[in-house]
């Protein structure tokens, strides 16, 4: 996707790496044992089909075991590359690293279009290559994870634990060897939505900070905000979803595959999102205005711009257009290492993807633990907390009583207080708490030193320090 001229995905990742690695007082060896990518797997199988085989072509990219389980979506999609699988990879081990999920970072990819074959069809090439991996313990509960990416979801998640389970029928925690599963097949609550509502727990989070706001800028809250977002699939959707929905942002563009919608009233996204749904595309949406070159919505005037959809969307072709004081990449690279310099110059805030998008992940760490524990969150604790806070609500009743006209409990208060948290609840918690940490984590950085000027290297410096870290307690 990037301009002619500009580096690979893959190089992009690491010429940000090496900008970030360099004001880091590491061994060189270190450096590059965590730079580089250990193992790359490409598998070519073949499948019959409408009469006839087929071969498709995958990947598994490991790029760094310092910890396993590694981790890692897979994605379906005709540009799939062995380039593109490491530079994702890569960016799953800082991502892992920056938010303390407990893995090593890993990336699949598949060479194909879903949208060419029927659900049976999907079904067959998925177990098959679930069980090409498999069998190699590139899908494994303690030695890799993988979970849905684009062109994935649940369902195909399904498939492939079913799968491994298949081969591994004694293996007690065989549901933990992917996640991202339908909830009745050992899925998480929240994890469908966990991508996108972390996109919006890192922008509450960014507006809490009057110092970050103001590098970009910004003031206020995100209430009023004008949003940009590129790609209406389950990211953007769930990011644009909530922030219209619950923090009153209002969505003034959306670009899809066919071009954008622009309306400076604000667009409904969900009446988009069925519209795309049913039409296949944006176009002849009625309550805005379509523009055909959706590119250009990108450089229109906004305050947040949120690229969601593929990576390099971003580049030297049109960086210097881009007007957002403020870019969360809810993407994976979705801004090239050389635009990423043109908007740092212009004073733009770039939230990086590593952080930005890792919600989903973070939930799927949940889901993973869920498994190995074989018991849903919050199962123990929640009648007897409700229990207790009766407790409380019974006192505050009697006070009520006893006070008369004097005093009595905000209405609602008593329903609020006495439900228990559901899994749904403890899993938006966790995530809004990793979170608001991570962000901690790496705003110190940002701020506490003068030779880090950007959200991005510092994120690097934050995530490569733990990985470091954890290799030389290993004695590596
Ligand atoms: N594919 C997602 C990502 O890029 C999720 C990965 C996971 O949950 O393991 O972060």
Redesign the pocket.
């Known amino acids: 996707m990037s301009a002619v001229n500009e580096p690979s995905f893959r190089e992009s990742v690491e010429l940000m790496f090496d900008r970030a690695v360099e004001l880091m007082d590491l061994p060189d060896g270190l450096k590059e044992k965590i730079r580089v990518v250990n193992a790359t797997y490409t598998v070519r199988f073949g499948v019959r089909l409408r009469g006839e085989v087929k071969t498709f072509t995958g990947y598994r990219s490991v790029h760094s075991e310092h910890m396993e389980p590694v ?3 897979i994605r379906y999609a005709i540009g799939v590359n062995q380039d593109e699988v490491e530079a ?1 990879a890569a960016l ?1 081990t800082y ?1 892992c690293a920056l938010v303390e999920t407990p893995f090593g970072g890993s990336k699949g990819g598949l060479r194909i279009d879903p949208r060419e074959y029927e659900v049976h069809e999907l079904e067959a090439i998925t177990r098959r290559f679930a069980y090409e991996l498999a069998k190699r313990d590139l899908i494994n509960p303690s030695q890799n ?5 684009m062109g994935t979801g649940e369902r195909e998640m399904a498939w492939i634990a079913d799968q491994y389970a298949r081969m591994n029928t004694t293996d007690i925690n065989a549901k933990a060897c992917v ?2 599963k339908p909830i009745h097949a050992g899925g998480i609550a929240g994890r469908v939505e966990a ?1 996108g509502r972390g996109v919006q727990y890192a922008l509450r989070e960014f507006f809490r900070h009057p110092e970050d706001k103001a590098a970009a800028g910004l003031g206020g809250t995100l209430s009023g905000k004008r949003v940009i977002v590129q790609g209406l699939g389950n990211v953007g959707y769930h990011a644009a979803k909530f922030l219209s929905g619950e923090d009153k942002s209002v969505i003034t563009g959306i670009i899809e595959r066919d071009g954008a919608l622009v309306s400076d009233a604000g667009l409904d996204v969900d009446a988009v999102r069925d519209w795309v749904g049913e039409y296949g595309g944006v176009k002849g949406y009625p309550d805005a205005t379509f523009v055909e070159d959706g590119s250009v919505v990108l450089e229109k005037d906004c305050d947040i711009l949120i690229p969601a959809a593929l990576e390099g969307v971003i580049n030297l072709s049109n960086a210097a257009r881009i007007k957002a004081p403020l870019i969360i990449e809810a993407a ?1 690279g979705p801004v090239t290492a050389g635009a990423d310099e043109v908007l740092r110059e212009r004073g733009c805030v770039i939230i990086p993807d590593m952080y930005a ?2 919600g ?2 973070t939930v ?1 760490y949940f889901e993973w633990v869920k498994n190995l524990s074989h018991i849903r969150f919050g199962r123990m604790q929640r009648r007897q907390e409700e229990a207790r806070h009766q407790l409380v609500v019974d006192e505050l009743e009697r006070l009520d009583k006893y006070l008369g006209d004097a005093w009595s409990m905000t209405p609602d208060f008593k329903e609020k207080y006495l439900r228990g948290a559901d899994e749904l609840e403890l899993v938006r918690s966790g995530l809004d708490d990793t979170m608001r940490a991570a962000y901690q984590s790496m705003r110190e950085v940002w701020h506490s030193r003068d030779d880090v000027k950007d959200l991005r290297t510092a994120a690097f410096i934050v995530a490569i320090s733990r990985v470091a870290r954890s290799y030389e307690a290993k004695g590596i």
């Open positions: 981790k890692g979506g994702l799953m991502k994870v993988p979970a849905p990416d996640t991202g991508t994976n998008n890792a989903g992940v799927s």
